[in-house]
């Protein structure tokens, strides 16, 4: 793989988290999207950051497909596309809750390659690569080796569609009803590389978007974990449920999932 693909996700992933740790604490205004959600914001700092990602990638691979959640969606004839959240957590983030971050994926031929997950208020960057494994603060990690349900930390996703919010409960009541202690954090990326550190061992995610969970796959993936749809559907970057996990908790946190 060639190195600058991963040394430029890890650049995006620094500047953007500079400017989300610039304004992270500061009274922030927040703008309704209208995208159909309760409670869908965005602010300045997700744009500054979609900005400052956007001009290091298309500086150093100018042809390359984008999608954004910001509105931003180029497609070329590259088979390269990168997946961005410039601001996963946005409410959090707006409130001064640390639990939110930025999310950089990158796709070959429709297979992710690279994950790289900033977590600005804790310093903390992810970043993992295909076959290279999976790192945090360039300290190699890995998954939890947690065996048992019964001891288990399992962060659950509550979108706010009323689909979705129908789903989350169902599979908070499940995890509660395992017995496994939930957990809510109300960042899909952040929680997706929580997953691949160890500290979460589990979670579970409903009506995501790709940029949500692009990078978050790359890392629990290289970090020896497991990430697959619910159901029989074959897996998308749009699932309607997601689980990630070690590779000892997941087929029972399928089967828990009503």
Not at 2 to 8: E, F, G, M, N, S
Not at 226 to 240: A, I
Request: proline residues 4%; aromatic residues 8%.
């Amino acid at each position: 793989m060639d190195k600058k693909l991963l040394a430029t996700a890890i650049k995006a992933g620094k500047a953007a988290s500079k400017i989300l740790s610039v304004g992270f604490g500061k009274a922030v205004t927040t703008t309704e999207k209208h995208s159909g959600v309760i409670f869908d914001v965005v602010t300045k700092y997700d744009y500054a950051a979609q900005r400052a990602i956007l001009k290091i990638i298309t500086n150093a691979f100018p042809d390359h497909c984008l999608l954004s959640e910001e509105g931003i969606s180029v497609v070329t004839k590259s088979p390269y596309q990168w997946i961005i959240d410039p601001l996963d957590g946005t409410s959090n983030f707006s409130r001064g809750l640390p639990h939110f971050s930025t999310s950089i994926g990158l796709s070959y031929k429709d297979k992710l390659i690279i994950g790289v997950i900033g977590i600005p208020a804790t310093g903390e960057l992810f970043y993992a690569s295909k076959g290279n494994g999976t790192f945090r603060n360039n300290k190699k990690i890995k998954v939890s080796q947690t065996k048992n349900l019964s001891q288990a930390l399992i962060g659950v996703s509550f979108s706010r569609s009323a689909a979705a919010l129908k789903l989350g409960n169902q599979a908070f009541q499940a995890v509660i009803n395992a017995p496994a202690k939930p957990r809510i954090y109300g960042s899909i990326a952040t929680d997706l590389a929580r997953v691949s550190m160890g500290a979460l061992d589990g979670a579970i995610f409903n009506h995501m978007n790709p940029w949500d969970i692009a990078a978050g796959i790359v890392l629990i993936t290289e970090a020896g974990g497991k990430v697959s749809g619910v159901g029989k559907k074959p897996f998308s970057l749009s699932p309607t449920q997601m689980v990630a996990s070690n590779k000892f908790l997941h087929n029972k946190l399928l089967k828990i999932i009503p």
